[in-house]
């Protein structure tokens, strides 16, 4: 008998608290990968260390609790998806991001910094 993927990812909302949050990340997207093949797949997590917007913005010695910091974290979700056919996983009302989304966050930076040029 085969498991539907809508199943299987109830199955995964089930277990939670039962296995750690990147873990059920990381099965969840390798569900939604099988079924959407024509998409890139997103990058595998579990072996990647979280990477905080803020940590990134004060790296570039901008003060992330700027009103222009939202700018960057909406068109870095925007590009993300673009990038990777869905919106980044989300804790609470937070995107969550890894070190493997370092050169897209660099992209991002890159591309708001150019139209500020202008």
């Known amino acids: 008998m085969e498991i539907t993927p809508s199943d299987q990812m109830r199955l ?7 296995l750690p949050q990147d873990e059920l990340e990381h ?16 990058p ?5 260390s979280r990477l905080i917007i ?3 913005l004060r790296s570039k010695g901008f ?3 700027r009103k222009s910091a939202l700018r960057f974290g909406f068109r870095l979700a925007k590009n993300y998806k673009m990038k990777f056919g869905a919106y ?6 937070t995107y969550i991001y ?5 050169p897209l966050m660099e ?12």
């Not at 099965?27 to 024509?38: E, G, H, K, M, V």
């Not at 595998?44 to 990647?48: I, L």
């Not at 980044?88 to 009302?93: I, L």
């Not at 890894?98 to 370092?102: A, F, K, P, T």
Request: glycine content about 6%.
């Open 12 to 18: 995964l909302n089930e277990a939670r608290g039962l």
């Open 63 to 65: 003060e992330p609790m």
């Open 98 to 102: 890894y070190e493997i989304d370092r």
């Open 107 to 118: 992209e991002t930076w890159a591309q708001i910094q150019s139209e500020d040029a202008d």
């Open 27 to 42: 099965r969840a997207r390798q569900i939604l990968d099988s079924y959407t093949p024509n998409q890139q797949p997103a």
């Open 88 to 93: 980044p996983p989300k804790h609470g009302q």
């Open 54 to 56: 803020s940590d990134f």
């Open 44 to 48: 595998q997590t579990p072996g990647s």
